[in-house]
């Protein structure tokens, strides 16, 4: 979250409208419709994750109160998510290098 939400920014629940799948050089994306009451009316935002949403999920949104429509959407995905991602990643590069290289013996790794 930027330090411009500290700075009186409110928090509300969104809930997801509709969420559209697309590829991605590493798997597969999400762009998320979703929607949000603030001072009495309805607005609405998007954002594009890597993480699974359903349609009628709730979530949390902030809002500039001055500007209602001005929203951020933040998931607090934690850091071994990624960290998890990239060592698989290259879990999977050693191994199929080691197949496709036969001639390599990991006893000779010292």
Not at 35 to 50: E, H, L, N, R
Not at 81 to 106: C, D, N, Q, S
């Amino acid at each position: 979250m930027g330090a411009d939400l500290k700075k009186g920014w409110q928090e509300t629940k969104g809930t997801v409208s509709s969420v559209q799948e697309f590829s991605t050089r590493v798997g597969r994306g999400y762009s998320v419709v979703f929607t949000y009451k603030a001072d009495g009316s309805w607005y609405g935002g998007t954002f594009s994750t890597m993480s699974f949403y359903q349609q009628g999920e709730s979530l949390p949104v902030f809002y500039d109160p001055t500007d209602p429509e001005n929203n951020n959407f933040q998931r607090r995905e934690g850091i071994m998510r990624w960290v998890y991602i990239v060592f698989f990643t290259l879990l999977g590069v050693v191994a199929i290098y080691l197949m496709l290289h036969p001639e390599v013996k990991m006893t000779n790794l010292r």
